[in-house]
C-alpha cells in the first residue's frame, strides 16, 4: 500500500497528491499528477518509476516534501510547469 495522501483533482483524468512537511518552510504542498501516475503510486511504484515524466524536482517533493523554491540553491520555477503547482 502506499503511504502518498493522493485526492481527486479537479482536473478530468488527474490526481492531487498532498506532499509530506517541507523541512525548509514547514508547509505541505500540492502536486497535480496524471491519473495512471497516481494509481501506480497507490499500487507501490516507486515514484520514479510512477510518475518519469513528472520533474524530478516534484518527484523530490512528493517523496520527501521539500519544495522546489525551497531546495538549496534551487531557482525557482526553472523549467517547472507552473500549473503543476498549487498551494500551499
Ligand atoms: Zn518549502
Redesign the pocket.
Known sequence: MSHHAIYDSMQDNCADILTPT?P??G?QGWITVPQAGADALIEGEPVQDALPEVDHRLREQITSG??PR?FPGAEFGEGIDPDLIHGP
Do not use: K, L, T, Y
Open positions: 517541507c525548509f518552510c508547509q521539500i519544495h525551497c
